[in-house]
Nanobody
């Protein structure tokens, strides 16, 4: 059973930083595509926005335009942990952030491409 457990969310003022972590277990897929998605307050699950993805085989990353230059996705393969370093946070970054994974080499930011999901961690950015 694949398990993804996010942590690191919290409240921060605009301009601040947070690092989210996602501990993965229960699978032997390697390499694998992993991503971070977010669901803003009042939005439905189907409206989750892809924030960043990484293919562990090559380290290739992909970001949504709104976070480029501010967020960095990375993975520690030895620890089976995915990270999202978020800097220069804005109030519009407020959301529940979800970690996702799929044993596939094609990494995109479409939530329908991912079949394993964590429970989410909440981030609040105040102005």
């Amino acid at each position: 059973q694949v398990q993804l457990v996010e942590s690191g969310g919290g409240s921060v003022q605009a301009g601040g930083s947070l690092r989210l972590s996602c501990a993965a277990s229960g699978y032997n897929y390697n390499p694998i595509c992993m991503g971070w998605f977010r669901q803003a307050p009042g939005k439905e699950r189907e409206e989750r926005e892809g924030v960043a993805s990484i293919y562990t085989g090559t380290g290739t990353t992909l970001y949504v335009d709104s976070v480029k230059g501010r967020f960095t996705i990375s993975r520690d393969n030895a620890k089976n942990t995915l990270y999202l370093q978020m800097s220069s946070l804005k109030p519009e970054d407020t959301a529940t952030y979800y970690c996702a994974a799929v044993p596939h080499s094609f990494c995109d930011l479409n939530m329908g491409s991912y079949n394993y999901w964590g429970q989410g961690t909440h981030v609040t950015v105040s102005s």
